[in-house]
């Protein structure tokens, strides 16, 4: 079946830290990949998408690149800020029945200190 | 405008009571669905609707679980007899029409309510 695996938080960094987080989906078909962002006490919120290989997604710093080879979409930031502190949750959609199905990974949360 | 909004923000009760949890969706959102965000779990899917209609509602844990949709706009996910495995953060996320074409389909993307915390005792 589908399914997005991402690293186990919580990540620790200080502040202007380099941040990677993992992620990796198994899917059949062509699925559209996502990370949101859950800052505390808000809602979900999309950060960056990518929907076909080799796409780049960026928003706000963040970056991550569709690798299919490696089936991967891993979150990346050259420096971290205090307000960057969140839960990150890696995510496909699948195109089914008529209606994209979102599938997340298990989040991951950072904490970021001064 | 608005965005979607849930109630309530917080709810416990009593192992074995009956709770319905609402979401209004974003006005003119045509589709609305149910995730559960359960400590270490993630994310999961319960329900999507599309207008009052369920096309999907594979998600739902048991037959506890049920949820209707009215005039198109406001949901309640209802839970009878909780147990303790039900608390948890209860999502709900409407977007624009549903896809009708594309191989991966153009991506109608999902707003998010802020939830509503469920602590069954």
């Known amino acids: 079946g589908n399914s997005v695996t991402q690293m186990e938080g919580p990540v620790t960094l200080s502040e202007e830290a380099f941040l990677t987080i993992n992620c990796t989906y198994t899917?059949?078909?062509?699925?559209?990949l996502f990370w949101y962002v859950q800052y505390p006490g808000e809602g979900l919120q999309l950060l960056l998408k990518?929907?076909?290989?080799?796409d780049k997604g960026s928003n706000k710093g963040f970056e991550a690149t569709y690798r299919k080879e490696t089936t991967s979409f891993h979150l990346e930031k050259g420096s971290v800020q205090v307000s960057d502190s969140a839960v990150y949750f890696c995510?496909?959609?699948?195109?089914?029945?008529?209606?994209?199905?979102?599938?997340f990974g298990a989040g991951t949360r950072l904490a970021v200190h001064p | 405008g608005a965005g979607v909004s849930q109630s309530p923000s917080n709810k416990v009760t009593e192992k074995g009571k009956d709770v319905e949890l609402r979401c209004d969706p974003i006005?003119?959102?045509?589709?609305l669905y149910w995730y559960r965000q359960s400590l270490g779990q993630g994310l999961e899917f319960l329900i999507y609707f599309q207008g009052n209609s369920a096309p999907d509602k594979s998600g739902l844990p048991s037959d506890r679980f049920s949820a209707e949709r009215t005039g198109g706009s406001v949901s309640t996910l209802t839970i009878q007899r909780t147990q303790q495995e039900d608390s948890a953060v209860y999502l709900c996320a409407s977007s624009l029409a549903k896809v009708t074409s594309g191989r991966s389909g153009p991506y109608n993307e999902q707003f998010f309510g802020p939830g509503t915390r469920l602590t069954v005792l």
């Open positions: 990518a929907t076909k290989a080799d």
């Open positions: 006005s003119g959102h045509t589709a």
């Open positions: 995510a496909l959609v699948m195109f089914s029945g008529g209606y994209n199905k979102l599938i």
């Open positions: 899917a059949t078909g062509y699925p559209s």
